[in-house]
């Protein structure tokens, strides 16, 4: 049967420059294939973004289209907000003052019409889903922003090896749902500038999986070859990045390789970047005879014809040309140069994946006619591409794939009631997933008898299909008011803990995570706070891990959209983090009547680890009454272990496919509101990082 999925959704993409759309069409092509209809949009731009849509053949709208008259005092109340801005900073910031001011205020009325042209298109549209390479520029970042303000999913996808500044390492998934990467090492990368791991998805690369098969399709190596007459001799490409190098002496011996050696054809290949004014520079710095020997190339070729066509490809510094040429299947050399280059690949050394080699190295190598095929260290290029390219076949299948899960989870239905006969008999029902570590649970089932006290309560236990003998050991010593609830059917935990939840004879309902224990008392908190807050409410607690710094103390949305507990890693009895007060989520652990809990229809099967986020939500924003969450200050619960909740991507992109156009950051206007500076809490976090390092 056909697959009908994508016939009639609307996907847009935004594009600029002409690198941005080779990793997108292959996409959108893809997609209208299976019945999407595809659009393209463009901004406005010194170098028209227009030229690239044109060049590329495909039908597009500029954002001016949707700039309508009516819009006029919205564009200027924009524009003047902006030219006070900048005026101000033209005063105060040296960067800002090297601006010409007439191109700085065309610059800014232009962006008061894109803001609003951005708006308007999406509101107009309303596609499915909508991608662009980033939301790094300003054009991004606005296409973005107005997405997730109509909870329209956005997703973006990764350039280059982001090999530049620092500051480029950041914000990649602020206002879009995810980002994809092409494989483990970039994901990594991102995560140590505090990207959200959950939300950065190794994909492939999908302009080089189009490539490669359009090479052997092509019969590029044989076909270029032929076209150069070069079919005989020892093909070299060395690849050049955007500096050039001022002094040629470490290259002039492989420059001029061709002229000594007849059986040698060497290719140099220009960055796109570089002006030919540079290049033309460059190469007047060698003789004659060897320009003419030496095939110079800036746009006049494909890189990827290039890379197929030859024998060795010679790197200068690390480059995204790296695990393409690997991918390709050319072997590889990385020069060893005094030359101070910007980047080196640190995975591609540390996998010796390329041939490190210096200029002198590699020329005696070419002319004693080594095979550098042979050389190759195939395993560490394996190890390379399997952690910078993930997929280097499918990507385009995978990444439509996590397209479709996010356009379904974005356009996903809350559940519906649940109806149970069960009446409630107990005070409380305690529902626990059973942890495979026989020492804590044990710890866990003693700390919880006796916490409760006297309290009219019950326990039901999700054991995981898969355990230890021991486990089952635990389990079948059992007396009491004790359930145990096997998975037979092989449900996911949200749908076995609703279950749970329509069995239950408790009037209160307490999900705790594994490893997770209360304080004594903790009963009465939780009857005492319903009294007063009312039976339609919804409760977490203070959690700490086991050196007693807070996991949470309710749950805020930091600038990443990412839902993080407020006042993360101080102390316990930090005074702010002490106070009761009302949030979108609490985590961890949760407590509501279980008439509001199937009333809510329970736990969304595919939330997974986001179950309790999801139902706060659900509550919050979607439920007809009006449903309050409240952090319970004096309700402590405390982690035995020390552990990291896995990460899920299937079950991320249902949650911020669905969630994304509601997480807006509030992290910092809840430490604003309280009086603590971000300078206050690093100081403080340092100082309780201290006292526990003093301790040991």
């Given at each position: 049967?056909?697959?009908?999925?994508?016939?009639?959704?609307?996907?847009?993409?935004?594009?600029?420059?002409k690198h941005?759309?080779?990793?997108?069409i292959?996409?959108?092509d893809?997609?209208a294939?299976?019945?999407?209809?595809t659009?393209?949009?463009?901004?406005?731009a010194?170098?028209?973004?227009?030229?690239?849509t044109i060049?590329c053949?495909?039908?597009?709208?500029?954002?001016?289209?949707?700039?309508?008259?009516?819009?006029?005092?919205?564009?200027?109340?924009?524009?003047?907000m902006?030219r006070?801005?900048?005026g101000?900073a033209?005063?105060?910031?040296?960067?800002?003052s090297?601006?010409?001011?007439?191109?700085?205020?065309k610059?800014?009325?232009?962006?008061?019409?894109?803001y609003v042209?951005?708006?308007n298109?999406?509101s107009e549209?309303q596609?499915?889903i909508?991608?662009?390479?980033?939301?790094l520029?300003r054009?991004?970042?606005?296409?973005s922003?107005h997405a997730?303000?109509?909870?329209?999913?956005h997703?973006?996808l990764?350039?280059?090896?982001?090999?530049?500044?620092?500051?480029?390492?950041?914000?990649h998934?602020q206002?879009?749902?995810?980002?994809?990467v092409w494989?483990?090492?970039?994901?990594?990368?991102?995560?140590e500038?505090?990207a959200?791991?959950?939300?950065?998805?190794p994909?492939g690369?999908t302009?080089?999986?189009?490539?490669?098969?359009?090479?052997?399709?092509?019969k590029?190596?044989?076909?270029?070859?032929k076209?150069?007459?070069?079919?005989?001799?020892f093909?070299?490409?060395?690849?050049?990045?955007?500096?050039?190098?001022q002094d040629?002496?470490?290259?002039?011996e492989l420059?001029q390789?061709?002229?000594?050696?007849?059986?040698?054809e060497?290719?140099?290949?220009?960055?796109p970047?570089?002006?030919?004014?540079?290049?033309d520079?460059f190469l007047a710095?060698?003789?004659?005879?060897?320009q003419q020997k030496?095939?110079?190339?800036?746009?006049e070729?494909?890189?990827?014809?290039?890379i197929?066509m030859?024998?060795?490809?010679?790197?200068?510094?690390?480059?995204t040309?790296?695990?393409?040429?690997?991918?390709?299947?050319t072997?590889?050399?990385?020069l060893?140069?005094?030359?101070?280059?910007?980047?080196?690949d640190p995975?591609?050394?540390?996998?010796q994946a390329a041939?490190?080699?210096?200029?002198?190295?590699l020329?005696?190598a070419?002319c004693n006619?080594e095979?550098?095929?042979?050389?190759?260290?195939k395993?560490?290029?394996k190890?390379?591409?399997d952690?910078?390219?993930?997929d280097?076949?499918?990507s385009?299948?995978?990444?439509?794939s996590?397209?479709?899960?996010?356009v379904?989870?974005n356009?996903?239905?809350?559940?519906?009631?649940?109806k149970?006969?069960q009446s409630?008999?107990l005070d409380?029902t305690?529902?626990?997933p059973?942890?495979?570590?026989?020492?804590?649970?044990?710890?866990?089932?003693?700390?919880i008898?006796?916490a409760?006290?006297d309290k009219?309560?019950?326990?039901?236990?999700?054991?995981?299909?898969?355990?230890?003998?021991s486990i089952?050991?635990?389990l079948?010593?059992?007396?009491?008011d004790?359930?145990?609830?096997?998975n037979?059917?092989?449900?996911?935990?949200?749908?076995?803990?609703?279950l749970a939840?329509?069995?239950?004879?408790?009037?209160?309902?307490?999900?705790l995570?594994?490893?997770?224990?209360?304080?004594?008392?903790w009963?009465?908190?939780l009857?005492?706070?319903?009294?007063?807050y009312?039976?339609?409410?919804i409760?977490?607690?203070?959690?700490?891990?086991?050196?007693?710094?807070?996991?949470?103390?309710g749950?805020v949305?930091?600038?990443?959209?990412?839902?993080v507990s407020?006042?993360?890693?101080?102390n316990?009895?930090?005074?702010?983090?002490?106070?009761?007060?009302?949030?979108?989520m609490?985590?961890?652990?949760?407590?509501l009547?279980?008439?509001?809990?199937?009333?809510l229809?329970?736990?969304?099967?595919?939330?997974?680890?986001?179950?309790?986020?999801?139902?706060?939500?659900?509550?919050?924003?979607?439920?007809?009454?009006d449903?309050a969450?409240?952090y319970?200050?004096?309700l402590?619960?405390?982690q035995?272990i020390?552990?990291?909740?896995?990460?899920?991507?299937?079950?991320?992109?249902y949650?911020y496919?669905?969630?994304?156009g509601?997480?807006?950051?509030?992290?910092?206007?809840?430490?604003?509101?309280?009086?603590?500076?971000?300078?206050?809490?690093?100081?403080?976090?340092?100082?309780r990082?201290q006292e526990?390092?003093?301790?040991?």
């Amino acid at each position: 049967m056909k697959n009908t999925f994508w016939k009639g959704k609307k996907v847009t993409a935004y594009v600029a420059l002409k690198h941005h759309t080779r990793f997108i069409i292959p996409i959108m092509d893809a997609l209208a294939a299976l019945g999407a209809q595809t659009h393209y949009l463009v901004g406005q731009a010194e170098r028209s973004q227009e030229i690239t849509t044109i060049e590329c053949g495909v039908s597009y709208n500029h954002v001016f289209d949707f700039v309508h008259p009516e819009d006029r005092d919205k564009v200027y109340q924009h524009y003047h907000m902006l030219r006070k801005t900048f005026g101000q900073a033209l005063l105060e910031k040296d960067l800002f003052s090297l601006q010409a001011p007439t191109v700085l205020d065309k610059t800014l009325f232009a962006v008061a019409q894109e803001y609003v042209g951005f708006k308007n298109y999406l509101s107009e549209k309303q596609p499915d889903i909508c991608l662009s390479l980033h939301e790094l520029n300003r054009w991004g970042r606005m296409f973005s922003f107005h997405a997730k303000t109509l909870n329209i999913p956005h997703i973006v996808l990764q350039e280059g090896l982001l090999s530049s500044a620092n500051f480029i390492l950041t914000g990649h998934v602020q206002s879009s749902c995810f980002c994809l990467v092409w494989g483990e090492g970039t994901r990594r990368k991102l995560i140590e500038f505090e990207a959200p791991g959950d939300r950065i998805i190794p994909a492939g690369n999908t302009h080089l999986a189009n490539e490669i098969k359009r090479l052997s399709e092509n019969k590029t190596r044989e076909a270029k070859r032929k076209a150069y007459a070069i079919e005989d001799k020892f093909v070299i490409t060395l690849f050049f990045s955007i500096k050039l190098p001022q002094d040629v002496k470490e290259f002039v011996e492989l420059i001029q390789l061709p002229v000594e050696e007849d059986h040698v054809e060497l290719f140099v290949k220009f960055h796109p970047g570089t002006t030919r004014q540079k290049i033309d520079e460059f190469l007047a710095k060698f003789p004659k005879k060897t320009q003419q020997k030496v095939h110079g190339i800036h746009g006049e070729e494909d890189t990827y014809c290039l890379i197929a066509m030859s024998d060795l490809c010679v790197l200068v510094e690390g480059s995204t040309i790296g695990p393409e040429t690997l991918a390709i299947g050319t072997p590889l050399v990385l020069l060893n140069l005094e030359y101070q280059v910007d980047y080196v690949d640190p995975l591609l050394i540390e996998n010796q994946a390329a041939l490190q080699m210096t200029v002198k190295e590699l020329c005696t190598a070419i002319c004693n006619g080594e095979s550098f095929n042979t050389r190759m260290n195939k395993e560490g290029v394996k190890k390379y591409l399997d952690m910078q390219m993930v997929d280097t076949e499918n990507s385009i299948d995978r990444v439509i794939s996590i397209m479709k899960d996010i356009v379904i989870a974005n356009k996903s239905l809350p559940p519906v009631p649940i109806k149970s006969s069960q009446s409630s008999q107990l005070d409380h029902t305690i529902i626990i997933p059973v942890t495979t570590v026989p020492d804590a649970f044990l710890a866990t089932l003693k700390t919880i008898s006796s916490a409760c006290g006297d309290k009219n309560y019950e326990v039901i236990l999700l054991p995981p299909a898969s355990r230890p003998e021991s486990i089952d050991t635990i389990l079948n010593s059992l007396s009491g008011d004790v359930t145990i609830l096997e998975n037979k059917e092989g449900h996911p935990l949200p749908s076995l803990m609703n279950l749970a939840a329509k069995q239950a004879k408790g009037e209160m309902l307490s999900f705790l995570d594994p490893f997770i224990i209360p304080e004594a008392g903790w009963l009465d908190i939780l009857e005492e706070s319903r009294g007063q807050y009312g039976p339609e409410a919804i409760f977490g607690g203070q959690l700490t891990n086991t050196y007693g710094n807070i996991l949470h103390a309710g749950m805020v949305v930091n600038a990443n959209a990412q839902p993080v507990s407020a006042y993360l890693h101080l102390n316990a009895d930090f005074p702010e983090a002490c106070q009761t007060r009302r949030f979108q989520m609490v985590d961890y652990q949760i407590a509501l009547t279980r008439e509001l809990f199937l009333e809510l229809g329970g736990f969304h099967p595919a939330s997974g680890c986001y179950k309790y986020l999801d139902l706060c939500l659900r509550a919050t924003e979607e439920f007809a009454k009006d449903i309050a969450v409240y952090y319970l200050h004096n309700l402590k619960f405390s982690q035995i272990i020390s552990l990291k909740r896995p990460e899920n991507h299937n079950e991320a992109i249902y949650f911020y496919g669905r969630w994304n156009g509601t997480l807006w950051d509030n992290e910092d206007q809840l430490y604003a509101m309280d009086g603590i500076s971000n300078h206050q809490l690093a100081t403080e976090r340092m100082k309780r990082a201290q006292e526990l390092i003093n301790r040991v």
